[in-house]
């Protein structure tokens, strides 16, 4: 898997736009960037993905660069419960079996303040 | 939504104790996973699933085993817990979208 650079950690205040950053400048064509997050003590949950096209669902933007060498995750609204970890992966999309390992990164801890 | 149950949040068992730790989902997905998380480790597969009866190992197999005997439920087996065991142990599960995983909620387990 490609390797990511994610700052350690951000604040945020509520109500205003995260824009959380992710650097993969050795990313190869077939590599997509997904994004996960980890609430404290739960399960990681699946956020977002893309190739080379920004994205959005209803849970946050994604835009990546024309070179493909950065992202940046938005979540446009943030709440208090999106205080968490986030991770940037960038990997060539797998369909399960023994490559279906999902690995982690530090990831980044945003914290959302009132 | 994809919901991905897992049978305890938290469970304390003592060394020797065989374990059984259930993942339930409701998506028809056939690819599951078990994966445990430790500080500094990150994630780790101890096993995942394809199909029904069909399973492969994962990175660290060692003292787990598994069970497929229905799509939606996917076991995982400690056949003599040790202490180096305790961990979160997290249930997973992939449907048509690559990568895309569902995780269950954890649980959290210690072995005295």
């Known amino acids: 898997d490609a390797k990511t650079t994610q700052p350690t950690s951000m604040d945020c205040a509520e109500g205003r736009a995260a824009n959380l950053p992710c650097n993969h400048s050795?990313?190869?064509?077939?590599?997509?960037v997904y994004w996960y997050r980890q609430i404290h003590s739960q399960g990681p949950q699946y956020i977002i993905h893309?190739?080379?096209n920004n994205e959005t669902n209803e849970m946050a933007s994604l835009i990546i660069t024309e070179d493909r060498k950065s992202s940046t995750l938005i979540l446009p609204h943030a709440t208090l419960r999106d205080t968490a970890v986030y991770y940037c992966?960038?990997?060539?999309?797998?369909?399960?079996?023994?490559?279906?390992?999902?690995?982690f990164g530090k990831g980044t801890k945003l914290s959302v303040k009132p | 939504d994809v919901k991905v149950t897992q049978s305890s949040r938290y469970l304390v068992k003592r060394t020797g104790e065989k374990v059984f730790l259930e993942c339930v989902q409701d998506m028809d997905h056939e690819n599951m996973f078990w994966y445990r998380q430790d500080p500094g480790l990150g994630l780790r597969l101890i096993y995942f699933s394809y199909d029904v009866k069909m399973k492969e190992k994962g990175d660290i197999p060692e003292g787990y085993s598994v069970s497929r005997e229905k799509k939606e439920r996917f076991s995982l087996i400690l056949e003599s817990a040790s202490t180096n065991q305790t961990s979160m142990y997290l249930c997973?599960?992939?449907?048509?979208?690559?990568?895309?995983?569902?995780f269950g909620p954890g649980t959290r387990l210690t072995v005295l």
């Open positions: 992966i960038v990997r060539v999309p797998n369909y399960g079996g023994s490559q279906g390992n999902l690995i």
């Open positions: 893309g190739l080379k």
């Open positions: 997973a599960t992939m449907g048509q979208i690559p990568d895309t995983q569902y």
């Open positions: 050795t990313i190869s064509g077939n590599e997509y």
